[in-house]
């Protein structure tokens, strides 16, 4: 599925052996680890609390090597990282691995659609709780001609869902989605820059998908501009395909089974002025 070449001879490329999955990324200071540490929590366990279990963790403090008690990590003083998605499956498929790697954050999951869906929102639920997340959906409009919404109502609901707080991290959908082509993902996307333009949102970093299928040409896969892409483990990607197949239940032969993508891509920004600059470039290349 992902891509298995390896760029670590490339200009601009580097091997991250501190990253917890063993990451290529680019020499781009935007894509350093978000949660304040140098490095993140050792941890490739699939399951997040129960494997984070070695009792200790090393979260920031770690730089003066003082173990922070788990209690303290499940506590509050963990710092708040969201993703903001239009429907409950994205959150897996295209940053699923990146949330089972980082358990040091408390996440926050909310998504656009499908909150009065029978079959989909108990599900949504069940996987959060595999996620060791907390989140909220709304009931946007999905029907099948992906009518435009109005920006201003989906930046509405955003900030509803999202309930407040401010974020080290926020993840979202990219400008062009992920594949060709869901509107709701563009729509989510472009909401979500627009309130941290104005100043509604308030996050250290947004990180977008990265992902392309040239034109339904072959499968998503991270795009070669992706400013930071991640090769899961065996055990987070297992983890992560399971989410699809039993908790969501989509067939292994599903689009769904087949695209989620075990390498994972992001764009990453640490200031609005950039991500609404290069939103503004794709825009004009769109
Ligand atoms: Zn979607």
Redesign the pocket.
Not at 6 to 34: A, I, Q, T
Not at 132 to 157: H, K, N
Not at 204 to 212: C, I, P, Q
Not at 244 to 249: A, Q
């Given at each position: 599925m992902g891509k298995q070449t390896d760029k670590s001879d490339l200009p601009g490329y580097k091997f991250d052996f501190d990253h917890p999955l063993g990451g290529l990324r680019l020499d781009d200071p935007n894509c350093e680890e978000p949660n304040g540490s140098v490095a993140s929590v050792e941890n490739n366990s699939t399951s997040r609390h129960a494997n984070v279990s070695e009792s200790m963790l090393l979260l920031p403090s770690r730089k003066t090597m003082t173990p922070v008690p788990l209690e303290a990590v499940r506590s509050e003083t963990r710092p708040r990282a969201a993703v903001v998605?239009?429907?409950p499956?994205?959150e897996t498929l295209w940053c699923g691995g990146y949330i089972l790697a980082h358990p040091e954050f408390l996440w926050r999951v909310v998504t656009l659609c499908r909150a009065l869906d029978p079959d989909r929102a108990p599900k949504f639920r069940q996987v959060l709780q595999q996620l060791g997340a907390e989140g909220e959906m709304a009931d946007m409009d999905d029907g099948p001609d992906q009518v435009p919404l109005p920006i201003v109502q989906v930046e509405e609901t955003i900030v509803r869902v999202l309930s407040g707080g401010s974020y080290r991290l926020i993840l979202t959908h990219g400008p062009m989605g992920e594949y060709t082509r869901?509107r709701?993902?563009e729509e989510c996307c472009q909401s979500v820059v627009e309130l941290w333009r104005s100043g509604v949102i308030d996050t250290g970093r947004l990180w977008m998908f990265a992902y392309e299928d040239g034109g339904r040409a072959y499968l998503p896969r991270v795009r070669d501009d992706a400013d930071r892409r991640d090769m899961l483990t065996d055990d987070i990607w297992l983890e992560k395909r399971r989410l699809i197949t039993d908790f969501y239940g989509y067939g292994h032969d599903s689009w769904e089974a087949q695209s989620t993508p075990r390498e994972e891509g992001f764009w990453c920004f640490d200031s609005v002025q950039a991500a609404v600059k290069r939103t503004a470039f794709w825009e004009q290349q769109s």
């Amino acid at each position: 599925m992902g891509k298995q070449t390896d760029k670590s001879d490339l200009p601009g490329y580097k091997f991250d052996f501190d990253h917890p999955l063993g990451g290529l990324r680019l020499d781009d200071p935007n894509c350093e680890e978000p949660n304040g540490s140098v490095a993140s929590v050792e941890n490739n366990s699939t399951s997040r609390h129960a494997n984070v279990s070695e009792s200790m963790l090393l979260l920031p403090s770690r730089k003066t090597m003082t173990p922070v008690p788990l209690e303290a990590v499940r506590s509050e003083t963990r710092p708040r990282a969201a993703v903001v998605v239009a429907h409950p499956d994205d959150e897996t498929l295209w940053c699923g691995g990146y949330i089972l790697a980082h358990p040091e954050f408390l996440w926050r999951v909310v998504t656009l659609c499908r909150a009065l869906d029978p079959d989909r929102a108990p599900k949504f639920r069940q996987v959060l709780q595999q996620l060791g997340a907390e989140g909220e959906m709304a009931d946007m409009d999905d029907g099948p001609d992906q009518v435009p919404l109005p920006i201003v109502q989906v930046e509405e609901t955003i900030v509803r869902v999202l309930s407040g707080g401010s974020y080290r991290l926020i993840l979202t959908h990219g400008p062009m989605g992920e594949y060709t082509r869901h509107r709701r993902h563009e729509e989510c996307c472009q909401s979500v820059v627009e309130l941290w333009r104005s100043g509604v949102i308030d996050t250290g970093r947004l990180w977008m998908f990265a992902y392309e299928d040239g034109g339904r040409a072959y499968l998503p896969r991270v795009r070669d501009d992706a400013d930071r892409r991640d090769m899961l483990t065996d055990d987070i990607w297992l983890e992560k395909r399971r989410l699809i197949t039993d908790f969501y239940g989509y067939g292994h032969d599903s689009w769904e089974a087949q695209s989620t993508p075990r390498e994972e891509g992001f764009w990453c920004f640490d200031s609005v002025q950039a991500a609404v600059k290069r939103t503004a470039f794709w825009e004009q290349q769109s």
